[in-house]
């Protein structure tokens, strides 16, 4: 297919263990490398808590753990970590299973249908402490990352509401993405555009793309039908923003060496969605999409 560079979804934590060792990242990037493939950003199951999020008691060791995975990951030129600062329920959807062009399968978020019939979690946070507690971050670990020449980038809250469950959200606009580059003027402190989150806020994507611009060190290449309260995954070529606007708009302001994925795929014939949105025949279709939006960007 072409593709050389390899992002990293996979890393779990467990078993005792709160952070990945060198020789951890060591194996997993030889075992990439073994099959040609470069590992050019981690994210997902990166070493953060939320109590690192929340700005509680015992943040300072567990960021301290985060430095050193930072250090780590320079160590061993892995270029991009992608973070996150969604408090207690991560990554939200209500259905995974929403029909879409010829039988394919993909998901869905209706906020009328989040916690229905059940409680949320029990976090009790206000909006300024969760914006308190990134800040307090970014001071901290933002120098090591420099140091380390590790690009951090930071992933819009999804779906981006201002609460999910009667917790707060703050990562939902390009308002607070600018007050994130403020808080700490650096290259280093980015942003993962999730383009699929970014029209969930209504934004013209091709503008916001080219106001960001070298501050996007990783990007997520999707969309959705709808909007923050109630949306549907498309496939790449199907949803109702202009992909090649978008493609344009990265060919004329973000780096080169940036990496992008296709993020959420729709799951086809054949394949069980036993993991809904990253089953490999609809990432085919869109690499092999993304790739013709980029051949026609750069003429």
Same mark, same amino acid.
């Given at each position: 297919? %072409?593709?050389?560079?390899?992002?990293?979804?996979?890393?779990? =934590?467990?078993?005792?263990?709160?952070?990945?060792?060198?020789?951890?990242?060591?194996?997993?990037?030889?075992?990439?490398?073994?099959?040609?493939?470069?590992?050019?950003? =981690?994210?997902?199951?990166?070493?953060?808590?939320?109590?690192?999020?929340?700005?509680?008691?015992?943040?300072?060791?567990? =960021?301290?753990?985060?430095?050193?995975?930072?250090?780590?990951?320079?160590?061993?030129?892995?270029?991009?970590?992608?973070?996150?600062?969604?408090?207690?329920?991560? /990554?939200?959807?209500?259905?995974?299973?929403?029909?879409?062009?010829?039988?394919?399968?993909?998901?869905?978020?209706?906020?009328?249908?989040?916690? $229905? %019939?059940?409680? %949320?979690?029990?976090?009790?946070?206000?909006?300024?402490?969760? /914006?308190?507690?990134?800040?307090?971050?970014?001071?901290?670990?933002?120098?090591?990352?420099?140091?380390?020449?590790?690009?951090?980038?930071?992933?819009?809250? !999804?779906?981006?509401?201002?609460?999910?469950?009667?917790?707060?959200?703050?990562?939902?606009?390009?308002?607070?993405?600018? $007050?994130?580059? !403020?808080?700490?003027?650096?290259?280093?402190?980015?942003?993962?555009?999730?383009?699929?989150?970014?029209?969930?806020? @209504?934004?013209?994507?091709?503008?916001? =793309?080219?106001? #960001?611009?070298?501050?996007?060190?990783?990007?997520?290449?999707?969309?959705?039908?709808?909007?923050?309260? !109630?949306?549907?995954?498309? /496939?790449?070529?199907?949803?109702?923003?202009?992909?090649?606007?978008?493609?344009?708009?990265?060919?004329?302001?973000?780096?080169?060496?940036?990496?992008?994925?296709?993020?959420?795929?729709?799951?086809?014939? @054949?394949?069980?969605?036993?993991?809904?949105?990253?089953?490999?025949?609809?990432?085919? #279709?869109?690499?092999?999409?993304?790739? @013709?939006?980029?051949?026609?960007?750069? $003429?």
């Amino acid at each position: 297919m %072409g593709v050389e560079n390899a992002v990293v979804h996979t890393l779990e =934590i467990g078993d005792g263990k709160t952070t990945w060792s060198y020789h951890d990242l060591l194996h997993l990037k030889n075992w990439y490398e073994d099959a040609g493939l470069d590992v050019n950003v =981690i994210e997902g199951s990166v070493p953060l808590t939320d109590r690192v999020r929340l700005g509680m008691e015992g943040r300072d060791e567990d =960021i301290e753990e985060f430095k050193e995975f930072i250090r780590h990951c320079g160590q061993l030129d892995i270029p991009v970590v992608c973070y996150d600062w969604m408090v207690g329920i991560r /990554w939200a959807r209500t259905e995974a299973h929403v029909e879409a062009r010829g039988g394919s399968l993909v998901t869905a978020y209706s906020n009328d249908r989040m916690h $229905r %019939g059940r409680a %949320g979690p029990a976090i009790d946070a206000s909006r300024e402490q969760i /914006w308190d507690a990134l800040e307090y971050f970014l001071q901290e670990v933002t120098p090591v990352a420099e140091a380390a020449g590790v690009k951090l980038g930071l992933h819009p809250d !999804d779906p981006p509401r201002e609460s999910v469950g009667g917790v707060p959200r703050i990562i939902n606009s390009p308002e607070a993405y600018q $007050r994130v580059l !403020d808080s700490y003027d650096s290259e280093h402190n980015g942003i993962t555009f999730c383009q699929g989150n970014f029209a969930a806020m @209504g934004v013209d994507l091709p503008e916001t =793309i080219r106001r #960001f611009g070298n501050r996007i060190n990783f990007v997520h290449f999707r969309d959705v039908e709808g909007d923050a309260d !109630d949306f549907v995954e498309t /496939w790449h070529d199907e949803g109702p923003r202009d992909m090649l606007a978008a493609m344009e708009a990265y060919q004329d302001a973000v780096d080169d060496d940036v990496v992008m994925r296709p993020d959420h795929v729709p799951t086809m014939v @054949g394949e069980d969605n036993s993991n809904p949105g990253y089953h490999t025949k609809g990432r085919l #279709f869109a690499v092999g999409y993304m790739r @013709g939006l980029l051949e026609q960007a750069q $003429r």
